[in-house]
């Protein structure tokens, strides 16, 4: 009778511990929400992007690192479901005493989002239809720098012209960016879509993510670039998604014009 007592303990045991080891490793994201990016190239990681949320699924953190010279910190405070403040923290790890903190209120006029700097007049203006930006303004001193955003019928984006007015010209384009090839499984925030890198200065993108704001419906995989001057490249950055997980993306590659290498973004999820 003992013997088959200790057989019947040992097979309890073995059935707990499988249990345990299919619980360990069990990677699944349990809400599907980004987590982290990690960017590299030949093996070294040049930036991270990492996100925090509260019990309603909004963003509360974003943290990115670029290298060891620049990390950006959003911290963002809620009214209800709407942003209320957003505090960015800048500063080069190597130079700590340059650390920029800049604290913004958030209002909503109408279809404008409108970030102003607390003791400047400097402000940021989002114009939005349903979720999508229209335009985004940055308003600092006497300079307007203005970014125009055309979709087509399906919400997914066109192109963006960047313009200029200062006190020498008045809405002088600079550039203009086009999107094609589009991808419509990989349905992540235009701001982490390396295709819309160059354009990064045409807008604040990790504002707009805080923001939940979007640019495209589906995702573009490719840009072309021309400026006021009459330069254009047909394939200014072109990017491949390479692998989905549990219905997310899990890896893409991308590629600058003229580069012969190529960079690579991971995502992981909560």
């Keep these: 009778m003992k013997k088959y007592q ?20 069990d990677n699944t994201p349990k809400l599907g929400l980004l987590q982290s990016i990690e960017g590299s190239s030949d093996g070294n990681v040049f930036e991270t992007t990492e996100l925090s949320y ?22 963002i405070e809620y009214n209800d479901d709407k942003v209320r403040s957003i505090t960015t923290t800048s500063w080069d790890p ?5 650390t920029s903190i800049v604290l913004y209120d958030v209002t909503y006029l109408d279809n404008d989002i409108i970030l102003t700097e ?4 400097d ?11 229209d335009s985004f303004k940055n308003y600092y001193g006497e300079n307007i720098n203005e970014s125009v955003f055309k979709r087509d019928a399906n919400n997914n984006i066109d192109s963006i012209f960047n313009y ?15 999107y094609s090839d589009f991808d419509t499984n990989a349905n992540f925030n235009s701001a982490y879509n390396p295709v819309f890198s160059y354009a990064y200065s ?25 400026d006021g001057h009459g330069t254009y490249i047909e ?5 491949k998604m390479l692998e989905y997980e549990f219905g997310l993306l899990k890896n893409c590659s991308f590629q600058f014009h003229g580069s012969s290498g190529y960079y690579y973004l991971e995502f992981s999820y909560y």
């Excluded at 200790?6 to 490793?25: H, P, R, T, W």
């Excluded at 190597?94 to 340059?98: A, F, G, I």
């Design 6 to 25: 200790f057989s019947y303990y040992i097979i309890i045991l073995l059935l707990l511990g499988s249990c345990l080891s299919d619980a360990e490793i």
């Design 54 to 75: 509260n019990n309603d699924q909004q963003i509360t953190t974003l943290k990115f690192t670029q290298g060891n010279y620049l990390i950006d910190m959003y911290n």
């Design 94 to 98: 190597q130079h700590v005493d340059e």
């Design 118 to 121: 607390q003791n400047s007049e």
């Design 123 to 133: 402000k940021m203006v989002f114009q939005t239809t349903d979720g999508y930006v």
């Design 164 to 178: 200029a007015t200062n006190r020498f010209n008045t809405h002088l384009l600079i550039w203009n960016y086009a």
């Design 202 to 226: 045409l807008y604040r993108p990790l504002m707009g993510a805080v923001l939940n704001l979007k640019i495209s419906k589906d995702t573009p995989l490719k840009s072309s670039f021309s």
């Design 235 to 239: 394939e200014n950055i072109t990017a």
